[in-house]
Every structure is written in structure tokens, then in C-alpha cells.
């Protein structure tokens, strides 16, 4: 709270004096406390942002998804004054039920839920309905992070070398660990003081859970017997046994949204605007560049244009599927289903790989 408060109550308490004088100093904290009543949205860095009805005809950078990956890229590229930010997000604000983490799994097939099920399957998904899984996907601000289990643990850093290896520079381990370390606010002090690996003041908080119930403790007892070691899963190596670390702040969930989002809603250069569908990308078909985008919103057709960039960040489902309906995928594909080809990637909407449950 002191981060967004501070600089108005300096004003308050300058603005208080120069009004009443240095001699009746005593009556500020009932000023102060009265404008912190009446102005409680500007105070309050965990208040939710505001759907903006609606948005400019151009910005610098439109982010299509405003999930997790869509959440951090809105904090970051509006820390610089100069670029206007649109960030579209097809669902809404999420929800005191949301907040508690035991209530997760209620939120599944909800109207947080894009209820996406999978194809019927002889090897998988036997028991359910239809032979059918459900694909929880988020459809909300924040995205799947508002209804996941809050499990925090960094990809292995054998898959970011791998990636570095195959010709990616800048994703090896050693270079997105410090970026892991911006982000986080560390709220375990054993953990934080191993700053190798943790750190704290970052907008994503980070800490265990407020209980452990005795089995947990015995299963790592158990694991330790066994001669595995305790460990840091988000640490130097990752094969032990350990207690999670969960995107959690006081008991509740922190989502990407609360995180990322609630803090800097009150920047005059970054605009949200929830339910609101993005239906293409609008693509230059000589220079196969992104000029713009379509969304519904209200039932209305809107369009908005980039002076730089469309960032795609919809999810391991969207992404693909508003590639595909711009016109660029499996050409074949695309002529079958009437959808003018821009550009011919047979891989896009093939090979996903999505991880199980976090």
C-alpha cells in the first residue's frame, strides 16, 4: 500500500499544512484518513481495474489475452509513459470465490471457464463422460492463474538450455533466472535469504502454505529416510522431496491480475477493456505485417489499430485457433474452411504440448 499512497499522502500532508498551518499540525492524520476514505480506489493497490468501455482508435501495442503471459506484458511495456498499451481480455474480474484456494476446482466449467473439452479418445480419458476430458482453460482477467492450484515451480533448467541450444539466445537458464527473481516477492524469509535463486519486492507474491498438515511433514521425513534430499524446487536442483510454494498472498490467491494488474491500473497510458472478444488479427497481406485487430464487444464489432505491435498471448488454445482465423496456418486447412491464406505454417494448431495441473 505504501507504494501507491505515499506520494498522495506527501501531497496531503503539504496541501495540509500550507491550508491549515504548521501550528494546527495535529488535525493532518484526520485529513489524511478522510481523504484515504473518499478516495479509497487510488489508496488501495489490490483494488481491481476498470473495464474501459471504450478504447482509441490507435495504440502503440494491442495485447490480445490478458492472462498470465498477457498480465506481466501490460505491467511491463506501460512502464514507459510514451507507449499507449490496449490490453483486450475476452472474459472479466474474478471473484472473492476465486481468492480462496480450496474453492479452485469449483471454478472449472464456469463462466471463468472457456469449457473447452477434448476429442473422444480409446487412450485416454476413459472414465469420463463421452470418453471426453475437460481442458480448463481461463476465461477471465488473469487467466488460468485465477483457477489453478497456485502451484509456483519454474520450468527445469535442462529445458531452458535445451532451448538456448536449438538457437534461442537470451532463453538459457542463466538468462531467465534473473528475470524469475524480478518478479517474485519471496515471502518464505528461508527461502528469500538465498538470493541465488529468490528474491523479494517483486509483484508476484510467493509463500507457502499458511498450514502443513503433520502427513505432509511425514512425507518428507519419509522421502529423507529413503536418502532423497529436502529441497527448493525452485532452487538449484529439483529432484528431492519438498513442500509447494504457491502464488499466494495472505492465505488468498494471487493471480496474474493481482499481482501484475491491480497495482498499476491507475497508469493514464495502459487501458483495459474486458469482454472483449478478439475475433482476428489484422494482417497485411503484401507485407505480412499485424496492423490491427477485431473484437466483439457488447455484441458490437470493434476495430482498433498498432502503431508497433499485436502481442498474441490468448493460451495454449486461443493463440492457435485466432492465428488460424487471421490466415495464417495449415494452408489446406485454411482453404477448406473458406479463410483467405496469408501465410502457410503447418505447424501452427499441431504438437501442443500443455502441462497437466499446476
Not at 541450444?165 to 531467465?176: E, I, K, L, M
Request: charged content about 25%.
Amino acid at each position: 500500500m505504501a507504494v501507491i499512497a505515499l506520494p498522495a499522502i506527501l501531497a496531503a500532508v503539504k496541501g495540509g499544512v500550507g491550508l491549515i498551518g504548521a501550528g494546527k499540525i495535529a488535525i493532518l492524520p484526520f485529513l489524511i484518513a478522510a481523504m484515504t476514505y473518499f478516495h479509497y480506489d487510488q489508496f488501495d493497490p489490490e483494488n481491481k481495474p476498470v473495464d474501459r468501455d471504450e478504447v482509441d482508435a490507435w495504440y502503440d501495442f494491442v495485447i490480445v489475452g490478458g492472462g498470465t503471459a498477457g498480465s506481466v506484458l501490460a505491467n511491463r511495456l506501460s512502464e514507459i509513459s510514451s507507449w499507449k498499451v490496449l490490453l483486450l481480455e475476452a472474459g472479466g474480474q474474478e471473484t472473492e470465490i476465486s481468492d480462496v484456494p480450496i474453492l479452485s476446482l469449483y471454478l472449472h466449467k464456469s463462466k471463468l471457464d472457456w469449457g473447452y473439452k477434448t476429442e473422444p479418445s480409446d487412450s485416454a480419458c476413459q472414465a469420463m463422460v463421452e470418453k471426453r476430458c475437460s481442458w480448463t482453460r481461463g476465461k477471465v482477467l488473469g487467466g488460468s492463474s485465477v483457477l489453478n492450484t497456485m502451484l509456483y515451480i519454474r520450468g527445469n533448467r535442462r529445458d531452458f538450455d535445451r532451448w538456448a541450444a536449438y538457437g534461442n539466445p537470451g532463453w538459457s537458464f542463466q538468462d531467465v533466472l534473473p528475470y524469475f527473481k524480478k518478479s517474485e516477492d519471496q515471502r518464505n524469509p528461508y527461502l528469500a535469504k538465498d538470493k541465488r535463486y529468490h528474491a523479494t519486492g517483486g509483484y508476484q507474491t510467493i509463500q507457502d502454505a499458511p498450514y502443513n498438515t503433520p502427513l505432509g511433514i511425514a512425507f518428507l521425513e519419509a522421502g529423507a529416510e529413503m536418502g532423497y534430499d529436502i529441497r527448493d524446487v525452485n532452487g538449484d536442483k529439483q529432484t528431492g522431496f519438498a513442500l509447494w510454494q504457491y502464488t499466494m498472498r495472505r492465505g488468498a490467491r494471487c493471480s496474474a491480475a493481482k499481482a501484475f494488474l491491480r497495482p498499476i491500473r491507475l497508469r493514464k497510458n495502459l487501458h483495459i477493456s474486458m469482454y472483449s472478444h478478439v475475433t482476428k488479427i489484422l494482417i497485411d497481406p503484401a507485407t505480412r505485417r499485424a496492423y490491427g485487430v477485431e473484437f466483439l464487444k457488447n455484441g458490437i464489432k470493434r476495430r482498433v489499430l498498432v502503431r508497433k505491435e499485436v502481442i498474441l498471448s490468448a493460451g495454449a488454445i486461443n493463440s492457435p485457433h485466432l492465428l488460424m482465423l487471421s490466415g495464417v496456418g495449415p494452408a489446406n486447412h485454411l482453404k477448406e474452411k473458406g479463410v483467405p491464406v496469408i501465410h502457410d505454417s503447418p505447424g501452427v494448431g499441431k504438437f501442443v504440448l500443455e502441462k497437466d495441473w499446476t
